[in-house]
């Protein structure tokens, strides 16, 4: 093969599982030969998974108290520790656009003071939002421990999600986690998600859900606007991100690897507007429609990131690239 590289664009869900996996094999194959792959499914599959919000948890960007449950009594416990101390955001792995996301909050209001210390019963009344579009839906602990295990049964109670639950099915092997995170007030103000080429910061776009609203998703009728990456507003964050980026493949065990080619990090505003925090990495399907500008840059670092001995030391690449 003549090729030294292949760019992959591969929306998730656009084939079959079986084709995906197939697909997934040929590329690790050719990247067995040399072959640089960008980006490699591995990678994809890694960062893209809910999961790895508690792999960056120690980084600025992360939330310390960030739990993952791979089965499903891991997650009876451990839910029913965090949503008493707490409100909480609680993610399946296989959703897009909000879909089984669901911001958790007790009906009373009455937390206790440490995590730990206490468990809410299965008949405590919570409050739920669904992200996908913002609708409210009340149910007892028992019923949304239900619908997250075993879907719509006799025991879950009546649901309007247009979601099916199940967020465990097929086990780890199919992905099939849950990640708990605390919830954090200021979402309303929406996400502040940052566009990268490799480590390069490209663009920063504010989502803010439509008024009432927490999910920032278009679909939930929320607003887009952009902004540069040295624009004054967002230098702190720019600052934090010199930290973390270069750090963030290591935290995943993937320190041997490239950054991926494209990919975005979703943030939330802490308790000041210099604190934020990431709820979601996308490096499988970030859309680049209204970004035309930027191919420049995808096909500058993907050159670097083929032929980094045509980089000079002082990491800019050689005129005649």
């Keep these: 093969m003549n090729a030294q590289g292949v760019i992959v664009r591969n929306n998730p869900g656009t084939l079959s599982a079986l084709s995906q996996k197939n697909f997934d094999d040929m590329l690790r194959e050719l990247s067995d030969t040399g072959l640089m792959i960008m980006t490699h ?18 980084l600025k960007c992360g939330l310390e108290d960030t739990y993952v449950y791979y089965d499903p009594e891991e997650f009876k416990e451990g839910f029913r520790k965090s949503i008493a101390f707490q409100p909480r955001v609680i993610k399946q792995n296989r959703g ?10 007790l009906k009373d209001g009455n937390y206790s003071d440490k ?22 839906e009340y149910h007892t602990v028992g019923e949304f421990i239900e619908f997250c295990i075993h879907g719509r049964t006799q025991h879950s109670g009546e649901w ?10 097929g086990g780890i092997a199919a992905g099939s986690m849950m990640v708990d995170q605390r919830f954090l007030p200021r979402i309303t103000e929406g996400e502040v998600r ?13 989502k803010k859900p439509r008024e009432g609203g927490l999910s920032a998703t278009l679909a939930s009728g929320a607003i887009y606007t952009k902004y540069s ?27 041997d690897r490239p950054l991926p080619l494209l990919w975005t990090a979703d943030y939330i505003y802490g308790d000041t507007d210099d604190e ?3 709820g979601e990495i996308n490096c499988s399907c970030p859309g680049i429609t209204q970004q035309l500008d930027i191919v420049p840059i995808i096909a500058k670092v993907a050159i670097e990131t083929v032929f980094p001995e045509r980089t000079t030391s ?8």
């Design 160 to 169: 309007a999600s247009t979601g099916v639950g199940r967020y465990f099915e």
């Design 276 to 278: 934020l925090h990431v």
């Design 41 to 58: 499914p591995d990678v994809m599959s890694t960062l893209g998974a809910k999961d790895s919000l508690v792999k960056i948890k120690h």
């Design 229 to 255: 990456p040295d624009d004054e507003k967002f230098s702190k964050l720019v600052e934090h991100l010199k930290d973390d980026v270069p750090r963030i493949m290591d935290a995943f065990g993937m320190a």
């Design 96 to 105: 897009s656009q909000g879909e089984g996301i669901w911001i958790v909050k």
């Design 314 to 321: 002082e990491g800019e690449s050689n005129d005649e690239l």
């Design 194 to 206: 940052c566009l990268f080429v490799g480590s390069e910061l490209v663009e920063i776009v504010h």
């Design 115 to 136: 995590y730990g210390e206490t468990m809410v019963s299965l008949d405590t009344e919570i409050v739920l939002m669904e992200a996908w579009d913002n609708h409210v």
